[in-house]
């Protein structure tokens, strides 16, 4: 085996942990348009009259609609922050608004809620196929001290959160 590293500058160590970023976020895309193609074959049986699962006290549509407004939120702050618009993010008082517009995103019709849930994780996805890896390394402060990069909030706050629910729907949802 050829000995490469000792030749390697700090410009090539960068290179190199780039390009596994980019590979990762061609992962990670890939992920959300799978989670985004399994909710649209669940949130399809879901109906305004759909019972509650009993943990939270949810029902089918509500659990849709707050998938569909963290689609939108936790997307939007995947671009906003890659794209170097946002540094600083009041993250806690916006989670609470995001929960206000939940309610008021529960009185919209299933299939409208499920629309433009998958039309925003669409939206995020191409953006996570175009950006590169320093939009997915840039950092935002948040109000309560943390650093979070674009990076986590597409992986944890949007994906990770919206196979949660996804999941969560298929267990409430008969077949």
Same mark, same amino acid.
């Given at each position: 085996m050829k000995i490469e590293s000792q030749d390697f500058t700090v410009s090539d160590l960068e290179a190199f942990l780039d390009q596994l970023i980019d590979r990762e976020r061609l992962a990670l895309a890939a992920r959300l348009e799978a989670a985004s193609a399994h909710l649209e074959k669940v949130g399809k049986r879901v109906t305004a009259e759909a019972g509650s699962d009993g943990a939270s006290g949810w029902t089918s549509?509500?659990?849709?609609?707050?998938?569909? %407004?963290? *689609?939108?939120?936790?997307?939007? #702050?995947?671009?906003? %922050?890659? *794209?170097?618009?946002?540094?600083? #993010?009041?993250?806690?008082g916006n989670v609470h608004l995001r929960d206000v517009i939940g309610q008021e995103m529960a009185k919209t019709p299933p299939p409208e809620l499920l629309a433009q849930a998958v039309a925003d994780q669409r939206r995020t996805a191409?953006?996570?196929?175009?950006?590169?890896?320093?939009?997915?390394?840039?950092?935002?402060?948040?109000t309560h001290g943390t650093v979070i990069t674009a990076d986590h909030i597409a992986r944890y706050p949007?994906?990770?959160?919206?196979?949660?629910?996804?999941?969560?729907?298929?267990r409430m949802l008969p077949a």
């Amino acid at each position: 085996m050829k000995i490469e590293s000792q030749d390697f500058t700090v410009s090539d160590l960068e290179a190199f942990l780039d390009q596994l970023i980019d590979r990762e976020r061609l992962a990670l895309a890939a992920r959300l348009e799978a989670a985004s193609a399994h909710l649209e074959k669940v949130g399809k049986r879901v109906t305004a009259e759909a019972g509650s699962d009993g943990a939270s006290g949810w029902t089918s549509h509500e659990v849709l609609a707050h998938i569909a %407004v963290l *689609s939108k939120f936790y997307g939007m #702050l995947t671009y906003k %922050v890659g *794209s170097g618009q946002m540094s600083e #993010l009041d993250l806690l008082g916006n989670v609470h608004l995001r929960d206000v517009i939940g309610q008021e995103m529960a009185k919209t019709p299933p299939p409208e809620l499920l629309a433009q849930a998958v039309a925003d994780q669409r939206r995020t996805a191409q953006y996570l196929r175009s950006a590169d890896a320093a939009a997915l390394k840039r950092e935002c402060r948040t109000t309560h001290g943390t650093v979070i990069t674009a990076d986590h909030i597409a992986r944890y706050p949007l994906l990770n959160h919206l196979e949660e629910h996804v999941e969560q729907l298929e267990r409430m949802l008969p077949a």
